[in-house]
């Protein structure tokens, strides 16, 4: 059996994680996962459903109605839902929030874990979010945590939003990083964290070329394959 090389990122919400790794697998000739894609796809379905967030023992009970796939077309990631292709829709702030306050409960993380984990053995991935090199990938070859400041992180996705012509104001968008940062590093189960043989890279002040170069950098340092012909 080969063994395939794993790259994870870890990190709070708008680091630049997804950017940063689509480039680098684009680079790398790697698979690229999204796993936050795949818990707003759970997400969707809670909201269609109308299921409160508060609500563990609903959201435990649909979680056994929900099926996710992952499918690869020209190199895009799309996640389906019971069998419809929700990739555009779960862009949304409304499905951020909700699956970061769905991503709390046991029920939801173990539906995940088993086609996060049979990705990457069957090919070479870089996977992020906020639970990778800690509880997903604990072997990943290389182990990435990026982050920035609140203020950069909101920013960039005041600039996201602007691009979409959805207008919010940074305060409000800081709010809310702020309140899903909390979240996402208090909850009792994979909580987001620092692995210890992580690579910490602040990319506040970085470039998203001078990111991709670190990482590029850690991974070849650590056995990586090298870069596909371009
Ligand atoms: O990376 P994202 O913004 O698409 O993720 C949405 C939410 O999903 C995030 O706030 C927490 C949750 N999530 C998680 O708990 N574990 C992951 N590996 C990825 C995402």
Not at 115 to 122: D, G, H, M, R, V
Not at 164 to 169: L, N
């Amino acid at each position: 059996m080969s063994v395939t090389y794993n790259i994870a990122i870890d990190g709070p919400a708008g680091a630049g994680k997804s950017t940063i790794a689509r480039a680098v697998a684009a680079k790398l000739g790697f698979v690229y996962v999204d796993t936050g894609a795949m818990y707003r796809a759970m997400a969707v379905y809670f909201l269609r459903k109308g299921i409160a967030r508060e609500d563990e023992a609903g959201i435990s009970e649909a979680c056994k109605d929900i099926r996710i796939d992952i499918r690869y077309e020209n190199g895009v990631q799309h996640v389906i839902l019971n069998g419809e292709d929700v990739s555009g829709i779960i862009r949304t702030e409304e499905a951020g929030n909700m699956a970061s306050a769905c991503s709390v409960y046991g029920a939801v993380r173990q539906k995940l874990l088993n086609l996060q984990q049979n990705l990457a053995k069957t090919s070479n991935v870089i996977m992020d979010g906020r639970d990778i090199g800690t509880c997903v990938l604990p072997d990943a070859q290389t182990k990435i945590y990026l982050t920035a400041s609140v203020r950069v992180r909101a920013l960039r996705r005041y600039k996201e939003l602007a691009e979409k012509g959805q207008e919010r104001s940074l305060d409000e968008i800081e709010q809310d990083i702020r309140e899903r940062d909390y979240r996402d590093t208090h909850r009792e189960i994979a909580p987001l964290k620092q692995a210890e043989d992580a690579v910490y890279i602040d990319s506040s002040d970085m470039t998203i070329a001078q990111v991709i170069g670190a990482i590029i950098g850690a991974a070849a340092e650590r056995g990586c394959p090298a870069p596909a012909q371009e």
